[in-house]
T-cell receptor, first 111, second 117 residues
Framework: QKEVEQDPGPLSVPEGAIVSLNCTYS??????FMWYRQYSRKGPELLMY????GNKEDGRFTAQVDKSSKYISLFIRDSQPSDSATYLC???????????FGTGTKLQVIP | GAGVSQTPSNKVTEKGKYVELRCDPI?????LYWYRQSLGQGPEFLIY????????DSGLPNDRFFAVRPEGSVSTLKIQRTERGDSAVYLC???????????????FGPGTRLTVL
């Protein structure tokens, strides 16, 4: 079993829809949680970063962490065609950021 | 430079050859990471440098893989006797290191796409 599980999709939604992306994890040592966005042939770009359980909002993006269930989510409101990309969840532990990534979910927002 | 740069952007080599992949981190970033990303997968950790030393090389798949960072800035990932299974995108990232520990945002380069024929 992988430490981080993520549905690879692809996920296709109409413009303006609310998108929900999810990951589950098995390692209780994970202390911080991230979502990255990766466009084709580019490196991952950090979207959201959080240490604690609960919600964190940044513009159209909301990250949700439930440590008791080992489950994290990313919500995208009012999705735009420019949001079309692969979204990677990532988790880390320890004194430095050794990060374990999910497989990524490919999202397509259709105009 | 403004971001992490990696060269070459693409590398095609033949099975059994030696390759070197270069990473220029963001100026002032003391931590540097190498990842490997296979098609349809997330990045997989290979090695982490703090300054000039490899603090954690537990992700290197075998002894054909080696990385250096001699002056604490530029890093080179070296792969000997390449195999077809080494074909992937090799990503480099850099970050500041917080004095109190914990995570610090990693900034990724665009990657080097390695193809072993």
């Amino acid at each position: 079993q992988k430490e981080v599980e993520q549905d690879p999709g692809p996920l296709s939604v109409p413009e303006g829809a609310i998108v929900s992306l999810n990951c589950t994890y098995s390692n209780s040592a994970f202390q911080y949680f991230m979502w990255y966005r990766q466009y084709s042939r580019k490196g991952p770009e950090l979207l959201m970063y959080t240490y604690s359980s609960g919600n964190k909002e940044d513009g159209r993006f909301t990250a949700q962490v439930d440590k008791s269930s080992k489950y994290i989510s990313l919500f995208i409101r009012d999705s735009q065609p420019s949001d079309s990309a692969t979204y990677l969840c990532a988790m880390g532990s320890g004194g430095y950021q050794k990060v374990t990534f999910g497989t990524g979910t490919k999202l397509q927002v259709i105009p | 430079g403004a971001g992490v740069s990696q060269t070459p952007s693409n590398k095609v080599t033949e099975k059994g050859k030696y390759v070197e992949l270069r990473c220029d981190p963001i100026s002032g970033h003391t931590a540097l990471y190498w990842y490997r990303q296979s098609l349809g997968q997330g990045p997989e950790f290979l090695i982490y440098f703090q300054g000039t030393g490899a603090a954690d090389d537990s992700g290197l798949p075998n002894d054909r893989f080696f990385a250096v960072r001699p002056e604490g800035s530029v890093s080179t990932l070296k792969i000997q006797r390449t195999e077809r299974g080494d074909s992937a995108v090799y990503l480099c990232a850099s970050s500041l290191t917080k004095a109190s520990g914990g995570g610090s945002e990693q900034f990724f380069g665009p990657g080097t796409r390695l193809t072993v024929l």
